[in-house]
């Protein structure tokens, strides 16, 4: 069974999910005072994103993600070598690919829904060219998806399966 230290845990909530608020109160007044506070919150949390090492610290991440905090975070995630099979696989289905896929083309999707259908194509297309090569980490999709994700038929037969590996404890 694979797992996370405490120390991971730990370093992944301050540092990333709570970011602001690990931050003096000093840091904490200029973002709030800056012009795009969200902005300097992504940038700081990617700067702590890039000390992770470890696939399970990566898989962590995104099983905790906010998904309201935006989908940078995990469309960075995917792009990482240490980024598992699993943890791509949880990506694409904690993006609802049932909902994206009615789209056919980018152009056919409302601004305000692009950067959860650019994510939803960039794992679909680098789950389904093979490009995570490493797959330790077990991910079920049935676990969390919808059965209308399992009866769509626009969503690939191989990402409605599970992917190899160990589960993951945290």
């Not at 994103?49 to 469309?75: C, F, M, Q, R, S």
């Not at 680098?126 to 209308?148: C, T, V």
Request: aromatic share 14%; charged share 35%; with cysteine.
């Amino acid at each position: 069974m694979l797992k996370l230290t405490q120390e991971q845990i730990q370093f992944i909530k301050d540092k990333i999910f709570d970011v602001f608020y690990s931050l003096s109160k000093k840091q904490q007044w200029e973002i709030e005072k800056s012009a795009d506070e969200n902005t300097e919150i992504l940038k700081l949390r990617i700067e702590n994103v890039e000390k992770l090492k470890t696939a399970e610290e990566l898989h962590y991440l995104i099983k905790n993600w906010n998904w309201d905090d935006g989908d940078e975070i995990p469309l960075l995630i995917l792009t990482y070598p240490e980024c598992d099979r699993g943890t791509a696989l949880m990506i694409y289905w904690l993006n609802t690919p049932d909902y994206y896929a009615r789209y056919e083309k980018s152009q056919d999707v409302p601004s305000f829904d692009i950067d959860g259908y650019l994510l939803y194509k960039e794992a679909e297309n680098l789950l389904l060219e093979g490009f995570f090569k490493q797959e330790r980490i077990k991910f079920n999709p049935r676990s969390i998806a919808s059965w209308e994700g399992f009866d769509n038929e626009k969503i690939p037969s191989k990402l409605k399966e599970p992917s190899e590996g160990e589960d993951f404890l945290f």
